[in-house]
């Protein structure tokens, strides 16, 4: 298996674009979630689905960010319009079952101008 | 507020020596676990364990759990260079399926 798939691995852009990130999961993991890594605030969830229904969209900073999960193959992350403060390291993780460990994609690293 | 903290927030140990790393958390848990990350890379999963057991080991690692302390700690022995990364522990929250994250333990292995 290849692991969990993020894409771009890194985004540069200005302020005030539409950014688009996109994951894709481990075939039969059931649970994904988006976390943001910044060295100030270090690693925060942002937003985690089960069988691609969104759970928990606490972690989202603002109306700005918006996520999808349209299959169970695959999720985007979409912040409109991008800050420079949105800039950080964007992570997906899936995992199979209740409680196990998450397996974490390469990241996507966003730098916005 | 971070459910996890890690303490210290950064270690620096010579190639061999044994390498201790704590993080405490608030509220209870189902499980507590442990990650890697290499610089520049995403999160590796090291090792899980559950709130009714005390101590689990995995080649040159070893946790312990303290649940009435609310602590636990990952013990690294004969520490090598490729250990060099920061290490996170994160706890269920709530009993829910997402994990908590602490802001993790920076380790350098010098040669």
């Known amino acids: 298996d290849a692991g969990v798939i993020q894409s771009p691995r890194h985004e540069v852009t200005e302020m005030g674009q539409e950014v688009t990130l996109r994951c894709k999961p481990i075939s039969g993991h059931n649970s994904l979630f988006w976390y943001r890594q910044t060295m100030m605030r270090g690693l925060e969830l942002l937003i985690y689905?089960?069988?691609?229904?969104?759970?928990?969209d606490s972690g989202m900073p603002e109306d700005r960010f918006s996520a999808k999960m349209p299959n169970a193959s695959f999720s985007t992350l979409k912040i409109q319009p991008s800050e420079p403060r949105d800039s950080a390291v964007y992570f997906c993780?899936?995992?199979?079952?209740?409680?196990?460990?998450?397996?974490f994609g390469p990241g996507t690293r966003l730098t916005v101008l | 507020s971070q459910q996890g903290e890690e303490d210290p927030q950064a270690l620096s140990i010579q190639e061999g020596e044994n390498a201790t790393m704590n993080c405490s958390y608030k509220?209870?848990?189902?499980?507590l676990q442990w990650y890697r990350q290499n610089s520049g890379r995403g999160l590796v999963h090291l090792i899980l364990i559950r709130s009714n057991e005390r101590e689990k080991h995995s080649g040159r690692l070893r946790v312990t759990l303290d649940t009435s302390k609310k602590s636990s700690s990952l013990l690294i022995t004969a520490s090598r260079a490729a250990d060099t990364a920061s290490y996170f522990c994160?706890?269920?929250?709530?009993?829910?399926?997402?994990?908590?994250f602490g802001q993790g333990t920076r380790l350098t292995i010098n040669p």
């Open positions: 993780a899936s995992f199979f079952g209740d409680f196990s460990e998450q397996f």
């Open positions: 689905f089960n069988n691609n229904v969104p759970i928990d």
């Open positions: 509220t209870s848990i189902n499980n």
């Open positions: 994160a706890t269920d929250f709530q009993g829910a399926q997402k994990l908590v």
